[in-house]
């Protein structure tokens, strides 16, 4: 049997069967890692005696019974913008490159709750900014279904670390597709739950009325068991929402007889890929086979996500990483004359050429004058888009499109061209300005090899619908890393 | 000076709220303590942590907004002001501008026995910065988060008061009304209220402002007096000598009694204001402000009023006897209990502020209950305690808060009675005191008062003198 090729919640059954240990799986992921990061490099830092160290408490844990989740003793990653005291947490920035937190990230504690075994810090876009892991300080991770590529971003080092197995499952965070992006590129499935859902305490934030940490699994099943665990509603948090229902699991049916699902015309222009398009059309056709009632709509308003979601996220972020800046943590500059130039300094040497971007639009559009132009029509740009889902989810219970308009680009090719980079996040930027969710779930591979995913994005707190659509077109299909 | 010019005057006044906790996080409030101990990584920016809004910091906002007759915004909401400095650990401070919690109301201040209506423009919730504390010998700067998110009120006053005497007379009224809902203590030397003073000058008869300039640090009511009249005259002088004012904030200096310009209107900062992401919009409904209305006590003024009409004690005394929500409750309890208003009012004035100012303490730090005072009282009146006695006795009240009964008899201070004890002592002070009863005799009234000492010095304090000096003139 090959360990690795388990999904989290089989190895889960296994451990509790006695089958497997916590320390096996450990020992094993942790040799995949060896072999596959001087490839992949999907980690920015990896605990391999702390992780070795949890596997014994947790296996005891298990063996006591005091452990019985299905991802108890199940090795995972989590994205370094995420907290966990006394452990690195960079947002793969030269600014935070020695930050250590104080403190636990809520979604994180829920797993340690849970028996999760955490083996490291996965790579990203600097401040989850960019759309292909390239902006990482640590350098770029790669594509494993083909190293010449990205692996999407940001949650590029998450997503790449499942499909490479060097995990069994991971967390991401998604403003505006950074999980579902990177899950399409590297065929494994990504989920950013409905705002307020999860936690975001201890995520650093990027553009916090978007932001959502989400599971990045091998299949849906995985996701299910994973959202289980680290959804909540939690105080720390006062966007945090209290749901009715906190089980995930009950949603996976192979049942889609009469869900009606609505395809966005409008989504299938000349900016999308033809291998793309033929793809996502034959998905849907999967469903309509299993009884869904498929049919194509306008959604309208398409080409204003794209500037509203980057006025918005670039305002918030300008103001969220204000607090870095030398005084307190993280880095400073070496020399400097006064607090003045030691802020300067320290900012300009310590963020990359796509935060200072972003830090510079975030500011303008909130200056005094240009508010109103700017960010003020952003936001009702943002309530019009909500309206549009709105009015679509009175006819459909999803929507099913692309997650990226074209499979994984090759490494060194967007970064020359951050407009173009922009307009690739043109499928889901959306549903983080109407705070949906979304679920990307691969459904084949271009003539390269490389992966294509199908997104399905449902109403406010209708996860489990999503999760039964996806889990219907993975039993139907087979299709599923391993 | 050929014109006649006006002071017109705007504050800002900030008010440190008395809650427990932060208003974002968990922390303590308390004052002092050692650097950086009352912090969590809400209060010192640590990345990935999130503020949650302290419920009774909306309750204290309210009630003085309620209190100073401004509206309510129903569903008001939180903005980040964004500016760098270390004291500042997100470098953005939350506060309120596009929605604040109450808007256009007004209290009404005497002076010279005018009344007049300062409106109030607007009053927001924020969270305050930390402290620097400057290491010189070493050069470099230290920072202490332990003030860092203690919540705050800024008071917007319209430009309604036109001199120094007014802009006091708005403060204490402020303050009065917040102390009296028990929402802050207010002390200016102690920064728990802060004003900054906006002022502008112009001839009078004219309708326009002139511009005007905003003076910081100000920490008591003297700075602010003098500051006014300092600014007011600067302005005027060059005015006077064609030339302009510069709209700019102005620091005073407390040592010089003089204020510099700070910075100008010209490198006034941009805040980049936009609403908190972090925090959902506070939604106040009728039945929470029913709740606080019910709550609000009778105020200050209703209460000076009351005191003369109710008690008939004077205008003068009623304004220190509610001076303090405290020492007015004590006053009106302990009045209630024994019935004698003047006598209640003179233990509050004489002694009770004798001992306060003994033991450096304020009105809050009252722990004496009214029914102790009242039992004093009526055992002064039953003549059961001498007033020296009653004053001693009283000291144990003020501190210890002691039933004065109990107190009295466990240490034999109560005035002896018996009549054949005292009889007997006067025997042995006239027998002992030859020379005295001769002066008397002689017709010094004086030496009676000597031998009356002498009896009492015998009796250890506790007869009563009106009695031994009866008692003396009949056997003499």
């Known amino acids: 049997m090959d360990i690795l090729s388990l999904s989290a919640v089989e190895l889960g059954k296994k451990i509790k069967a006695g089958e497997i240990s916590a320390m096996e799986a450990t020992q094993a992921t942790l040799a995949q890692i060896e072999k596959e990061e001087p490839r992949i490099h999907g980690y920015v830092t990896v605990d391999a005696q702390g992780a070795l160290k949890q596997a014994e408490e947790i296996q005891g844990k298990i063996e006591r019974g005091e452990l019985t989740g299905p991802l108890a003793g199940v090795p995972a990653a989590i994205k370094d913008n995420i907290c966990i005291k006394g452990r690195l947490t960079t947002c793969s920035s030269k600014i935070l490159s020695n930050y250590k937190p104080t403190y636990t990230a809520e979604a994180v504690e829920h797993l340690q709750d849970a028996g999760a075994i955490i083996l490291g810090k996965t790579n990203m876009d600097e401040f989850a900014m960019g759309s292909t892991t390239e902006t990482s300080y640590f350098g770029p991770t790669m594509n494993p279904h083909n190293v010449g590529h990205v692996p999407g971003g940001s949650s590029g080092g998450s997503c790449a670390a499942v499909a490479a197995r060097e995990c069994y499952y991971s967390l991401g965070s998604d403003t505006g597709g950074s999980i579902r992006q990177p899950s399409s590129f590297c065929g494994v499935v990504g989920l950013k739950p409905t705002y307020g859902t999860v936690s975001r305490y201890g995520l650093v934030a990027y553009g916090s009325s978007l932001d959502q940490i989400g599971p990045i699994t091998k299949n849906v099943e995985d996701c299910a068991a994973v959202l289980t665990a680290i959804a909540s509603w939690d105080k720390k948090d006062s966007t945090s929402v209290k749901r009715e229902d906190y089980d995930f699991m009950g949603s996976l049916k192979a049942d889609v007889k009469g869900l009606r699902v609505g395809i966005p015309a409008d989504y299938f222009t000349e900016g999308l890929n033809k291998e793309v398009a033929e793809a996502i059309r034959a998905a849907a056709n999967v469903l309509k086979e299993q009884g869904a009632v498929v049919e194509e709509f306008n959604l309208s308003l398409v080409k204003y996500a794209i500037p509203a979601y980057y006025v918005i996220a670039s305002a918030e972020a300008s103001s969220n990483l204000e607090r870095f800046d030398g005084v307190k943590y993280g880095y400073r500059a070496k020399d400097y004359e006064g607090l003045h130039n030691m802020y300067k300094k320290t900012r300009s040497e310590g963020f990359g050429a796509e935060v200072k971007r972003r830090i510079m639009l975030g500011s303008f559009v909130l200056s005094s004058g240009y508010y109103d132009a700017y960010y003020l029509k952003a936001l009702r740009t943002k309530a019009l888009i909500k309206a549009a889902f709105d009015k679509a989810f009175e006819n459909y219970d999803i929507i099913l499109a692309p997650a990226a308009p074209t499979t994984a680009p090759e490494l060194g090719k967007s970064l020359g061209d951050p407009l173009k980079m922009y307009l690739s996040d043109i499928y889901t930027v959306s549903v983080n300005l109407a705070g949906l969710p979304g679920l990307s779930i691969p459904v084949g591979k271009d003539e390269k090899g490389l992966p294509i995913g199908m997104q399905l994005i449902g109403d406010h707190f209708q996860e489990k619908t999503l999760l039964r659509a996806a889990y219907t077109y993975e039993r139907v299909t087979g299709k599923e890393a391993r | ?476």
């Open chain 2, 1 to 476: 000076m050929s014109k006649q010019y006006e002071t017109v005057i705007g504050l800002e006044v900030h008010i440190e709220l008395a809650t427990k906790t932060k208003i974002f996080c968990g922390c303590s409030t308390e004052f002092g303590g050692a650097p950086n101990v009352h912090t969590c990584p809400v209060c010192t920016g640590m990345p990935g942590s999130l503020p949650v809004l302290n419920k009774q910091v909306v309750d204290h906002a309210l009630a003085i907004g309620l209190a100073t007759n401004c509206h309510i915004t129903r569903v008001c909401k939180f903005d980040r002001k964004n500016y760098f400095y270390p004291d500042n650990p997100q470098n953005y401070q939350i506060s309120q501008l596009y929605l604040p919690i109450a808007r256009d109301g007004w209290v009404e201040i005497e002076t010279g026995g005018v009344k007049k209506k300062v409106r109030i423009h607007e009053m927001h919730m924020e969270e305050d910065a930390g402290k620097l504390v400057h290491d010189e010998w070493d050069d470099t700067s230290l920072v202490d988060y332990n003030r860092s998110g203690v919540p705050l009120v800024e008071i917007v006053s319209e430009p309604d008061m036109r001199s120094a005497e007014e802009v006091i007379a708005y403060l204490e009224k402020l303050r009065h009304i917040v102390q009296y809902l028990g929402a802050s203590d207010c002390k200016l030397q102690e920064g728990s209220m802060r004003a900054d003073v906006n002022l502008s000058v112009r001839e009078i008869g004219s309708d326009a402002f002139g511009t005007r300039t905003e003076m910081k640090n100000l920490n008591s009511f003297k700075a602010i007096t003098h500051a006014i009249e300092g600014e007011r005259e600067r302005q005027i002088e060059l005015l006077e000598e064609g030339k302009q004012v510069v709209q700019e904030t102005r620091r005073w200096d407390d040592n010089k009694e003089s204020s510099h310009a700070m910075r100008s209107k010209e490198d006034a900062k941009d805040y980049r204001y936009f609403p908190e992401p972090d925090l959902v919009p506070v939604m106040i409904d009728d039945e929470w402000i029913a709740r606080v209305k019910a709550r609000e006590p009778e105020f200050r003024t209703a209460k000076l009023a009351r005191y003369q009409k109710e008690y008939g004690i004077s205008q003068v005394d009623a304004e220190i006897l509610t001076e303090s929500r405290n020492m007015a409750e004590l006053f009106e309890a302990a009045t209630a209990l024994c019935k004698k208003p003047k006598k209640v009012a003179n233990w509050l004035m004489v002694e009770t502020m004798r001992l306060m100012k003994e033991h450096d303490m304020e009105p809050q730090d009252l722990r004496f209950s009214p029914e102790n005072l009242a039992g004093l009282i009526e055992m002064t009146d039953k003549g059961t305690v001498n007033s020296s006695v009653a004053k001693e006795v009283f000291e144990h009240v003020f501190l210890e808060n002691v039933d004065p009964q109990a107190y009295v008899k466990e240490h034999g201070l109560a005035t002896v009675n018996d009549e054949d004890a005292l009889r007997k002592t006067l025997e042995e002070v006239i027998a002992a005191n030859p020379q005295a009863v001769a002066d008397y005799k002689g017709g010094k009234e004086k030496a009676l008062g000597a031998l009356v000492g002498q009896t009492m010095k015998a009796m250890k304090g506790k007869a009563n003198p009106g009695r031994i000096n009866e008692l003396l003139r009949e056997m003499l």
